[in-house]
């Protein structure tokens, strides 16, 4: 049940999205991206056609093969990880122990 | 050739076989370091134009070669890749090389370890000679998409190699590496290797270790290798194939020998042609060209008959809904925190990430972010990606139910052959619906192979893909040899 697929996505709802996904798009930008998201949410409304109920999603195709290890897990045992100054060589900015960032918040 | 307006120079050349090169490096007749040599002067010459390569890697490769050389003199057995030259697309890492994935978002990362396909080649004697151009973080179809500018294709310059790893194909087929690894989402090894005229496998998703693949849709994502012919290409799978503990999707089933699976003929296998393949939107020259190997595979011993896939027409919003869903949250790492490009003057973190990703990203990679984004949000997500697993378990299906009545199905691996630059690029949608042949397998998770069959008149590239069960790999490639065999005109 719910919500089927519809499109028309507004500007707010192009813009919330991008929040959400920590995207800025600049003002010259927001129109064809929101033509194309359109486009494409209209297209693929098709799948409205299809009557899926009682169909399990199917999320992992390993499930589909014999034999496999789908689901089973490790032991939980630490091992060593990378070399923390090989990684911090790639940082922005840091201390050598901790990656550096702007403040969190606002005061 | 034909008489279209074809631009003269032409980039193709095509690589000698793995057999024909062990034999000169195992006699000493061919030295591996001058072999690399060779490869990096035809790189120089060929590579301003194609924009295969992105990076080199001489150090490496020539101290690889100078080990192979040593083993070779001192008559020592040689690994089964000892001194082939391998290009590597750029979404896999190889320590302390770049690896931009095609973005400017990893602009001067260079990563603290090797990819798993990337240790076991050269853990196999291969010399691999530097990374390969793709589109950003392996999103498009025709490697227009790259933040370092397209590749072009090798049988006519003018023209996409397809994508997304339009690099590792040109580079086969323009000689500039013997053989290359590739990744596939959606048909990014399969179609690209159909437009440039090689051979390229889908390995069975879990058969290569995804260890070291800059993701782009994890329950999709699979590493793959490119090859001037089938017995090469398999050779390769043999090797990156296999078991990883790093990679928890990765599966246990035992490696056949594909390269020994290949050479037994294809007679009596049970062949599969879908017609939901065959329908509009399907080049009349392309559709010639994979009939003539149906006929070749008839002539061969197969038993061809019709199989239904009712459901095709669903697979590219399936998979556009589950690839973005899944991209959008592979690319949340992607902040400028502790890697990669960070924009300057963020007064606060909110900021930082912001402007870092407004800036490292391409058009299409934010439009797939969004799109995914949109599509798991709360009150969308049942209506669009619950909704689309759902079809993607009928998708699978109905391929299971298939191959309970024939061993492969074969198909066009595109609709068409390579577009031009520019062409496409104006309409993302009409883009998408060019992968219409090769997002089922994908979404299925089965494997197959993609062999040249044939060209258009104008002389461009058909491929014919032959998909195959789970696992089933084996029969693919003896398929695909086949219809190798046949040499299509």
Do not use: W
Request: proline share 6%; hydrophobic share 40%; charged share 20%.
């Amino acid at each position: 049940m719910g919500i089927a697929m519809t499109a028309r996505v507004t500007v707010e709802e192009v813009e919330r999205v991008a929040e959400l996904a920590h995207l800025e798009l600049k003002p010259e930008e927001t129109p064809a991206m929101l033509r194309d998201l359109n486009a494409i949410l209209d297209y693929v409304a098709q799948l409205n056609e299809l009557d899926t109920k009682g169909v399990t999603p199917l999320a992992q195709v390993s499930e589909l093969q014999e034999g496999s290890a789908a689901g089973e897990l490790r032991a939980d045992r630490p091992l060593p990880s990378l070399d923390r100054a090989a990684v911090m060589q790639q940082a922005p900015e840091t201390d050598g122990v901790f990656f550096k960032v702007p403040k969190v918040i606002e005061r | 050739m034909g008489t279209d307006t074809k631009t003269t120079d032409t980039f193709v050349e095509m690589p000698k076989t793995l057999a024909e090169l062990r034999e000169g490096i195992a006699t000493g007749r061919t030295k591996a370091t001058e072999l690399a040599a060779g490869y990096y002067e035809r790189i120089e010459k060929k590579n301003p134009r194609l924009n295969a390569y992105l990076c080199l890697t001489k150090e490496r490769a020539l101290e690889q070669a100078a080990r192979v050389d040593a083993l070779a003199a001192k008559g020592d057995p040689l690994p089964p890749l000892a001194g082939i030259p391998v290009g590597i697309k750029d979404v896999l890492v190889m320590k302390g090389a770049p690896a931009t994935a095609g973005s400017k978002i990893l602009q001067g990362y260079r990563p603290p370890y090797d990819a798993t396909a990337v240790a076991k080649l050269e853990a196999a004697g291969a010399v691999l000679l530097g990374k390969l151009n793709c589109d950003e973080f392996a999103m498009g179809s025709s490697t227009e998409n790259s933040a370092y500018g397209p590749v072009r294709n090798p049988v006519d310059t003018e023209r996409v190699p397809g994508g997304s790893s339009g690099g590792s194909a040109a580079a086969v087929a323009a000689n500039l590496a013997v053989a290359t690894l590739g990744s596939d989402t959606g048909g990014s090894i399969r179609q690209p290797a159909s437009f440039c005229g090689v051979v390229g496998v889908l390995p069975t998703y879990g058969r290569v270790s995804r260890y070291g693949l800059i993701a782009f849709a994890s329950s999709l994502d699979r590493v793959g290798p490119f090859a001037s012919n089938v017995r090469d290409a398999a050779t390769l799978l043999g090797v990156i194939a296999g078991h990883d503990a790093q990679d928890a999707t990765s599966s246990p089933a035992p490696v056949p020998d594909y390269a020994a699976e290949c050479d037994k003929p294809a007679a009596g296998l049970r062949i599969g042609v879908p017609a939901e393949y065959f329908a509009e939107g399907l080049d009349p020259e392309v559709r010639a060209a994979i009939e003539k190997g149906i006929a070749a595979l008839k002539a061969a011993g197969c038993a061809v008959k019709p199989v239904a896939l009712p459901h095709t027409r669903y697979a590219i919003p399936v998979y556009y809904l589950i690839a973005t869903a899944e991209a959008s949250a592979n690319l949340a790492r992607f902040d400028g925190v502790r890697y990669g490009p960070r924009s300057k003057d963020s007064a606060t973190l909110a900021g930082m990430y912001r402007h870092s990703r407004e800036e490292g990203f391409g058009a299409e990679v934010k439009r797939r972010i969004l799109l995914g984004t949109y599509a798991l949000s709360a009150g969308y997500y049942d209506a669009y990606y619950l909704k689309a697993q759902q079809v993607r378990r009928l998708l699978a299906e109905e391929y299971l139910r298939a191959f309970a009545e024939v061993d492969a199905i074969v198909t066009p691996t595109a609709p068409t052959a390579a577009f031009k630059l520019g062409e496409k690029t104006g309409d993302p949608l009409a883009m998408y619906l060019a992968d219409i042949y090769t997002v089922t397998a994908s979404l299925a998770g089965i494997c197959g192979v993609t062999v040249p069959c044939g060209t258009t008149k104008a002389g461009l590239p058909v491929g014919m893909q032959v998909l195959a069960r789970h696992l089933n790999e084996a029969k693919a490639f003896r398929v695909a040899r086949a219809v190798e065999s046949a040499r299509i005109e």
